[in-house]
């Protein structure tokens, strides 16, 4: 709930900052005299220094205001993991009475039971363990015919952890043999209690509202642009952003595998903490450990706008591109004659819903793979320990890692990146130059003849207009008249 939340957040913010960083056509005025351009339809900080003071504090407002949210939101609520003290005991399976207690009023479980619920330093479902051995063998060996212990006297089962032995050694009997040593482990019981749960002007947004705007009002200054176009936005990424995140995803991906444990725990049940992360029991340590496991978050939707900004242009160019070879209605944010209602944002539900959903779906595996934990060790009365016998801190609050969560992370972002890559790499057969969102080269291909009735009121196309800027040299513009192709050689402005 809290992903979905912070993906709605985060498209409204999207959505807010695009609607307040349009410029209005006064604007473009502005900064087409002083010999510049404006972005139109997507999100651009080049528009900054136009729009009026009043959007740009709100853009600002907006901007700071997400931040803190980014930084706290997915840390709101947090998974306490609840541990209870225990204490090892060992039981001579010659002591009838004892066992015949321990079974009447304890659960019996077998080697790879206990093994998994003591696995961790915090179990949170069971108090003591009691072994019931029957025999205790050492390693052996024969010098100066005496016997000598080269083991140490204590026994490790697994990777769980050692089980040291009572130091008088002569209370177990010892099995022995010069060929080598014998021991075993026959019967265990272990006695559990539950502990206590816890739960924890008009702007104009759009491109093709540009071309309107420009067909109904005509501006002389621009008969002399041609529309030359610009560099096609569909380009790779610049170099540095390619190394940015294959660095960090190729970092994540080996960290992942090579800390993955042989029991990997997916999500916030995992107890895996980074070493690095702040582990104390105040206010100041849970507040540190809320900013770290939400910086992947800010990331991720500084990632939302990029890739969001790619898809906008890409859609803008193929629907700039379609009016060289088919006459249709302009697509502007409110119509009126045979003009089109504009998606939201230029981005139809098709685009909208997938990069919604893949934004989203990366906040929460980021949020599986990093988080905020508190860990929480009670004693037998009940009473919170906070340091061991050696001042180690039990009890804290600190960052927790899933090294499988992780691991799935690392890979959705791959194929993301992989996909973006094929999707910049397509290649458009261009028969509109592409205006690149660019305002200069959207108002140089919006000039129909003088005489045209409210062009941007019909279906339109672009191509060789019957208007010419001089002679020899055609027009092509946006034109709800029949239009011709250009032809290679010719003069066109």
């Known amino acids: 709930m809290i992903n979905f939340l912070s993906t709605v957040l985060l498209t409204a913010s999207s959505y807010c900052m695009q609607i307040t960083c349009a410029p209005s056509r006064s604007e473009i005025d502005a900064a087409h005299k002083d010999g510049t351009w404006l972005d139109i339809g997507i999100l651009s900080l080049h528009n900054f220094s136009y729009i009026s003071k009043r959007r740009r504090?709100?853009?600002?407002?907006?901007?700071?205001?997400?931040?803190?949210?980014?930084?706290?939101?997915?840390?709101?609520?947090?998974?306490?993991?609840?541990g209870q003290s225990y204490t090892i005991h060992y039981v001579s399976s010659s002591n009838i009475s004892e066992i015949d207690r321990i079974n009447n009023t304890m659960d019996r479980l077998e080697n790879q039971e206990w093994m998994e619920r003591y696995s961790t330093q915090y179990v949170s479902d069971s108090t003591d363990l009691y072994f019931i051995v029957d025999r205790v063998g050492f390693d052996m060996t024969l010098a100066?015919?005496?016997?000598?212990?080269?083991?140490?006297?204590?026994?490790n089962p697994s990777q769980?952890?050692?089980?040291?032995?009572?130091?008088?050694?002569?209370?177990?009997?010892?099995?022995?043999?010069?060929?080598?040593?014998?021991?075993?482990?026959?019967?265990?019981?272990?006695?559990?209690?539950?502990?206590?749960?816890?739960?924890?002007?008009?702007?104009?947004?759009?491109?093709?509202d540009k071309v309107f705007d420009f067909s109904a009002k005509d501006?002389?200054?621009f008969w002399n642009l041609h529309s030359g176009g610009r560099r096609d936005p569909a380009t790779p990424w610049p170099l540095r952003i390619h190394l940015i995140l294959t660095t960090s995803t190729s970092a994540i991906l080996i960290v992942s595998l090579q800390y993955m444990p042989q029991a990997p725990?997916?999500?916030?049940?995992?107890?895996?903490?980074?070493?690095?992360?702040?582990?104390?029991?105040?206010?100041?340590?849970i507040l540190l450990n809320s900013v770290i496991p939400n910086i992947p978050h800010v990331l991720l939707?500084?990632?939302?706008?990029?890739?969001?900004?790619?898809?906008?242009?890409?859609?803008?160019?193929?629907e700039w591109n379609g009016y060289g070879t088919t006459r249709k209605g302009l697509r502007v944010s409110k119509p009126s004659g045979q003009q089109r209602k504009t998606y939201n944002l230029q981005l139809p539900y098709s685009w909208a819903i997938p990069l919604t959903a893949t934004s989203g779906s990366l906040h929460w595996l980021a949020s599986q793979s990093i988080f905020l934990t508190r860990l929480e060790l009670y004693d037998e009365n009940g009473d919170i320990i906070l340091h061991g016998?050696?001042?180690?801190?039990?009890?804290?609050?600190?960052?927790?890692?899933?090294?499988?969560?992780?691991?799935?992370?690392?890979?959705?972002?791959?194929?993301?990146?992989?996909?973006?890559?094929?999707f910049a790499r397509s290649k458009i057969q261009v028969d509109v130059p592409v205006s690149a969102h660019c305002s200069l080269a959207i108002a140089a291909a919006c000039h129909p003849p003088s005489d045209?009735?409210?062009?941007?009121?019909?279906?339109?196309q672009w191509g060789v207009a019957r208007n010419e800027i001089r002679p020899g040299v055609k027009h092509c513009t946006f034109t709800s008249e029949p239009v011709t192709a250009p032809v290679p050689g010719e003069l066109y402005a």
């Open 57 to 82: 504090m709100i853009l600002i407002l907006l901007s700071f205001s997400s931040l803190p949210l980014h930084l706290c939101y997915n840390s709101a609520i947090f998974e306490v993991t609840k």
């Open 144 to 155: 100066n015919e005496t016997w000598e212990i080269t083991s140490p006297t204590s026994w």
């Open 160 to 208: 769980f952890g050692t089980l040291n032995f009572p130091a008088n050694d002569s209370s177990f009997p010892m099995m022995s043999s010069i060929d080598g040593a014998s021991h075993g482990l026959s019967d265990l019981g272990i006695s559990f209690q539950w502990p206590e749960p816890v739960f924890v002007n008009a702007t104009i947004t759009t491109g093709l």
């Open 219 to 221: 501006e002389d200054g």
């Open 265 to 285: 725990t997916w999500g916030t049940k995992s107890i895996t903490i980074l070493s690095f992360a702040p582990q104390s029991f105040d206010s100041k340590g």
């Open 301 to 318: 939707s500084f990632t939302y706008f990029a890739i969001n900004r790619i898809c906008t242009s890409n859609h803008f160019v193929k």
């Open 389 to 422: 016998e050696d001042s180690t801190l039990l009890s804290k609050c600190t960052t927790g890692y899933s090294a499988l969560s992780a691991l799935v992370f690392a890979l959705v972002v791959i194929t993301l990146m992989l996909t973006i890559w094929w």
């Open 452 to 460: 045209e009735e409210t062009p941007h009121l019909k279906p339109v």
